[in-house]
């Protein structure tokens, strides 16, 4: 079973709304990572967030994490069309090497 | 500099055929991951290499499928005797030394008919 859930699975706004995509997971992490993918092919890393750490930026990025509640959030501000992707998140377990767990994503379609 | 590549991009093969699939991480990463991505899912692990230590194959759906690193540098993913159901993207991704982030190739999509 994925350790990562993402909500909402689509979603679907205005160019220059903000877009706020949420992951659960459910064991021990030591740092949770966004990727981007585009049209299904290669995954691009976007931001990492370690265990000890709340937030996160990273341009138009926001990345929170509440390991008490085992989520994080990933907002993006003034959207563009060309985010329009798939984003996942990944988490890396506690106590282990760097595997990492994806999520089933959420599909962005941001329209002009 | 030179990213994760994989080949082939596209391959279709019929039921019951092998096939092999390539993926050339980029120098100097000690780590290699072979992932699978059914149509509209997340990504599925299958097989992590770091440097000499023994892979850990715990992801591979069945003994149908293998893969080596040689050199620790290129990988290749084997799947015998196909069945449809293998169809997929299959992903490669890279990592540096002591880095938790994950560089990925474009993969390869792989359709059995």
């Known amino acids: 079973s994925q350790q990562g859930e993402e909500d909402p699975q689509a979603l679907s706004i205005q160019e220059g709304e903000n877009a706020t995509m949420n992951c659960s997971y459910k064991?021990?992490?030591?740092?949770l990572q966004w990727y981007r993918q585009n049209s299904g092919r290669g995954l691009v890393h976007l931001i990492l967030?370690?265990?000890?750490?709340r937030e996160k930026h990273s341009g138009r990025l926001r990345v929170t994490l509440d390991t008490s509640k085992k989520s994080s959030s990933l907002l993006i501000t003034a959207s563009r069309a060309a985010d329009t992707a798939s984003y996942f998140c990944a988490t890396s377990l506690s106590g282990g090497y760097n595997k990492l767990i994806f999520g089933a994503g959420t599909r962005l379609a941001v329209h002009p | 500099g030179a990213g994760v590549s994989q080949s082939p991009s596209n391959k279709v093969t019929e039921k019951g055929k092998d096939v092999e699939l390539r993926c050339d991480p980029i120098?100097?990463?000690?780590?290699l991951y072979w992932y699978r991505q059914s149509l509209g899912q997340g990504l599925e692990f299958l097989i992590y290499f770091q440097g000499n230590s023994a892979p850990d194959k715990s992801g591979l759906p069945s003994d149908r499928f293998s893969a080596e690193r040689t050199g620790g540098s290129v990988s290749t993913l084997t799947i015998q005797r196909t069945q449809q159901e293998d169809s997929a993207v299959y992903l490669c991704a890279s990592s540096p030394p002591n880095t938790d982030t994950q560089y990925f190739g474009p993969g390869t999509r792989l359709t059995v008919l």
């Open positions: 967030i370690r265990s000890n750490e």
């Open positions: 120098s100097g990463h000690t780590a």
């Open positions: 064991t021990s992490i030591n740092n």
